[in-house]
């Protein structure tokens, strides 16, 4: 176990590093002409530094981890079909429409597993140099301070984070959660999203993610003490595309019960 910490704390102290990297570079650039263009929607918005950023995760991975897979959103990694060996989620500018409109409420993201087994995670605030790190055999810190794991609570009692597009829409039974919930909110990025939960700010979070958007933030939740899941029901599988909840266990099971009524 004593080789084991060693090992993950050398992989913390490097992608802290490199975190600490992306975070001087985003706020210099920040303040600079960012080229904004579109992918799959006007609202779907990708810039000259998200792929920057990726292009740094992925070029520091291939020195530190050779023969890790990488799956980025950015198309900078590799083509990852199977969670054989060692396997790299990055999301490098999460909530790219906050950080070209507000400068602010956007994360950085990275996951990393082993043969398909979650191992460590880390999510910053990058506007606030913040970040939530850690993993099942490691805790997980704020900054390099253990966190508590969290205490259960209710539904009704609680915060919920939403997708503001699926409570527009009404899908998924957002809006019922919505209003069973103490209050929601919408924040526009889900690493952002994963840190109020994570905090103790939000009994749950929900959205309909990709695999680099919710990979560190299941690492996270589940390590210190959340539920997630798949809204429908399903597992969970890492690389593909589905409607995420995280939440305490009480909220989790309150939101599964109005989704059985649907």
Same mark, same amino acid.
């Given at each position: 176990?004593?080789?084991?910490?060693?090992?993950?704390?050398?992989? #913390?102290?490097?992608?802290?590093? &490199? !975190?600490? *990297?992306?975070?001087?570079?985003? %706020?210099?650039?920040?303040? =600079? $002409?960012?080229?904004?263009?579109?992918?799959?929607?006007?609202?779907?918005?990708?810039?000259?530094?998200?792929?920057?950023?990726?292009?740094?995760?992925?070029?520091?991975?291939?020195?530190?981890?050779?023969?890790?897979?990488?799956?980025?959103?950015?198309?900078?990694?590799?083509?990852?079909? #199977?969670?054989?060996?060692?396997? &790299? !989620?990055? *999301?490098?500018?999460?909530?790219? %429409?906050?950080?070209?409109? =507000? $400068?602010?409420?956007?994360?950085?993201?990275?996951?990393?597993?082993?043969?398909?087994?979650?191992?460590?995670?880390?999510?910053?605030?990058?506007?606030?140099?913040?970040?939530?790190?850690?993993?099942?055999?490691?805790?997980?810190?704020?900054?390099?301070?253990?966190?508590?794991?969290?205490? #259960?609570?209710?539904?009704?009692?609680? !915060?919920?984070?939403?997708?503001?597009?699926?409570?527009?829409?009404?899908?998924?039974?957002?809006?019922?959660?919505?209003?069973?919930?103490?209050?929601?909110?919408?924040?526009?990025?889900?690493?952002?999203?994963?840190?109020?939960?994570?905090?103790?700010?939000?009994?749950?979070?929900?959205?309909?993610?990709?695999?680099?958007?919710?990979?560190?933030?299941?690492?996270?939740?589940?390590?210190?003490?959340?539920?997630?899941?798949?809204?429908?029901?399903?597992?969970?599988?890492?690389?593909?595309?589905?409607?995420?909840?995280?939440?305490?266990?009480?909220?989790?099971?309150?939101?599964?019960?109005?989704?059985?009524?649907?």
């Amino acid at each position: 176990m004593g080789d084991r910490i060693t090992h993950l704390t050398k992989l #913390d102290q490097t992608v802290l590093k &490199w !975190l600490a *990297d992306v975070q001087a570079t985003v %706020m210099k650039r920040i303040q =600079q $002409k960012v080229t904004v263009e579109t992918k799959s929607n006007y609202r779907d918005l990708v810039t000259n530094i998200d792929r920057e950023v990726e292009q740094y995760y992925v070029s520091a991975i291939r020195m530190f981890d050779p023969h890790a897979k990488i799956l980025g959103e950015e198309g900078f990694g590799d083509q990852v079909k #199977d969670m054989k060996g060692h396997v &790299w !989620l990055v *999301d490098p500018i999460d909530g790219t %429409m906050n950080f070209v409109k =507000q $400068k602010s409420e956007f994360a950085t993201m990275l996951a990393y597993f082993e043969d398909g087994k979650p191992v460590m995670a880390w999510i910053m605030d990058v506007a606030q140099n913040e970040t939530i790190h850690g993993g099942p055999d490691y805790g997980v810190y704020l900054n390099g301070q253990l966190m508590s794991k969290q205490v #259960d609570s209710q539904l009704a009692t609680g !915060l919920v984070i939403l997708s503001g597009a699926r409570l527009l829409y009404e899908e998924y039974g957002f809006s019922e959660i919505a209003k069973s919930a103490l209050g929601y909110r919408v924040y526009g990025s889900a690493g952002i999203s994963f840190m109020h939960v994570l905090k103790g700010q939000a009994n749950a979070y929900a959205s309909y993610m990709k695999p680099w958007d919710y990979a560190a933030g299941m690492i996270l939740s589940q390590s210190i003490g959340l539920k997630v899941g798949t809204i429908d029901g399903t597992p969970v599988n890492v690389l593909l595309s589905s409607v995420i909840l995280t939440a305490t266990q009480g909220t989790f099971d309150d939101i599964m019960v109005l989704e059985a009524k649907l």
